[in-house]
């Protein structure tokens, strides 16, 4: 079958080994890959090209196969003990993953799937052997790399493996098109990998500006029960070291510190549940505010469901991303979308997804005080903050899954153009 002209590949195998679409992100793996793997599926789905993603089933009570949207299903592989495993550990469940998702494609016919588009290096791995297997090219995602990860690592957290630097460096040597984040993350691809530009897509995540919108911030505010006259500062993402939400509670700490009187109106807000390393102290943060002084102030929320995670952007006075490393950082463009200021630090995506004096602030500081400084001129000057936020919905409205989507139908059109004119007689 010919692609070059134009036509979406019909079937899509997409690999998400260590980390179901089906789980709730926040917690544990789940994050935003969890949603960029939902929305693309989703949203490929309605132009035509059908998905089935492939994870690892985590229970006896999952069924083989599930329905997530039309023209999308998940499929759980049998790889491991049913229970969650750390990604340390997900290495030795390859061959056994990477043999369930081959038996799947055995029950249709030849050329059942067209593509094989991996997620993260694990999926990787399994998606170079099936694509050559089937003879299908390897469209590859990175999400985040463990050279870049080990380059900006936060105090006290463990760096990425040796195993999964070498099997990075091979599944980007496989694949025949990478699809990256930004040109930032396409730059890493190049000089840390030695990845081709040409085979390099740069496509943006989206977000669901249907969810993510703006909405009247004091009615947010009555259904959370946060006080019409708060200043709500919010954190959302997993609670690791990686996502340094400790520098929000050290710079609020700070702001109290400077103006006392504004312990009576702040309130901290963290969302999100323990991963990664920071399962190894999973009450840190609780602890730490505490010791700061500001347990009072200071609220703990599980993850939650994205229209209840929209109400929270509404209500926030700010959005604070002090990740160490993010290759795009969809916390921010979602808040944005809600027409809330987003301060975030200037590394890696974010500079991209924060557009640094128009509809947020970057900071390129790891120290608490310069966090503090910005936020609290955030509360001072409030025709400021407006500005921003205005400024942050037309920003967060460039990113739109339907354009991810198509940026990511066309490194699959450009990826099957290549097979076919290779496979095609002189």
């Known amino acids: 079958m010919l692609y070059g002209d134009g036509r979406l590949p019909r079937r899509v195998a997409m690999l998400s080994m260590h980390t179901s679409p089906l789980e709730q992100p926040g917690t544990g793996d789940a994050g935003g890959m969890n949603v960029y793997i939902v929305e693309l599926s989703r949203h490929l789905a309605?132009?035509?090209?059908?998905?089935?993603?492939?994870?690892?089933?985590t229970s006896s009570d999952l069924p083989p196969v599930?329905?997530?949207?039309?023209?999308?299903?998940?499929?759980?592989?049998?790889?491991?003990?049913?229970?969650?495993i750390g990604r340390a550990d997900m290495p030795a469940q390859l061959c056994a993953f990477t043999a369930d998702v081959l038996r799947a494609e055995a029950a249709h016919e030849p050329g059942y799937f067209d593509i094989v588009h991996s997620h993260y290096w694990l999926s990787g791995r399994v998606g170079a052997a099936a694509a050559r297997r089937w003879a299908v090219p390897l469209v590859h995602t990175a999400h985040t790399l463990a050279k870049v990860k080990n380059a900006a690592l936060a105090a006290g957290d463990r760096p990425e493996s040796a195993v999964?630097?070498?099997?990075?460096?091979?599944?980007?040597?496989?694949?025949?098109r990478l699809v990256a984040s930004t040109a930032e993350e396409a730059g890493h691809l190049v000089r840390l990998y030695g990845a081709q530009p040409g085979r390099i897509d740069v496509v943006a995540p989206g977000v669901d500006l249907e969810v993510f919108r703006p909405g009247e911030?004091?009615?947010?505010?009555?259904?959370?029960?946060?006080?019409?006259?708060?200043?709500?500062?919010?954190?959302?993402g997993r609670i690791q070291p990686l996502k340094a939400p400790d520098v929000l509670l050290?710079?609020?700490?700070?702001?109290?510190?400077?103006?006392?009187?504004?312990?009576?109106?702040?309130?901290?807000?963290?969302?999100?549940?323990?991963?990664?390393?920071?399962?190894?102290?999973?009450?840190?943060?609780?602890k730490l505010a505490a010791q700061l002084g500001i347990a009072d102030l200071t609220r703990f929320l599980p993850p939650m469901p994205q229209r209840a995670l929209a109400d929270w952007y509404r209500a926030a006075t700010a959005v604070v991303v002090p990740s160490h490393s993010e290759s795009f950082g969809l916390v921010a463009v979602e808040a944005q979308a809600c027409g809330s200021p987003v301060v975030a630090a200037a590394v890696g995506g974010l500079r991209t997804a924060v557009r640094d004096g128009v509809s947020?602030?970057?900071?390129?500081?790891?120290?608490?005080?310069?966090y503090a400084d910005v936020l609290r001129r955030l509360v001072d000057a409030p025709r400021w903050r407006?500005?921003?936020a205005a400024g942050a919905v037309a920003h967060a409205e460039t990113f739109g899954w339907s354009a991810t989507a198509d940026g990511v139908a066309r490194a699959y059109r450009d990826a099957l153009g290549v097979r076919d004119a290779v496979a095609a007689p002189a």
Do not use: C, K, W
């Not at 312990?263 to 943060?285: I, Q, T, W, Y």
């Not at 947020?360 to 310069?370: H, K």
């Open 164 to 176: 999964r630097v070498a099997g990075e460096e091979q599944v980007i040597a496989r694949a025949n």
């Open 386 to 388: 407006r500005r921003l």
């Open 217 to 236: 911030a004091s009615a947010a505010r009555t259904r959370l029960g946060v006080p019409p006259d708060a200043v709500l500062l919010l954190f959302v």
């Open 66 to 84: 599930a329905e997530l949207a039309p023209g999308v299903t998940v499929r759980h592989a049998d790889a491991g003990p049913y229970e969650d």
């Open 360 to 370: 947020g602030v970057l900071v390129d500081s790891r120290d608490p005080a310069r």
């Open 250 to 286: 050290r710079a609020a700490a700070e702001m109290v510190g400077l103006d006392p009187s504004l312990r009576e109106r702040l309130v901290v807000a963290v969302v999100g549940g323990p991963s990664g390393s920071g399962l190894d102290a999973p009450d840190s943060l609780v």
């Open 46 to 57: 309605s132009i035509g090209t059908e998905v089935e993603i492939f994870t690892r089933a």
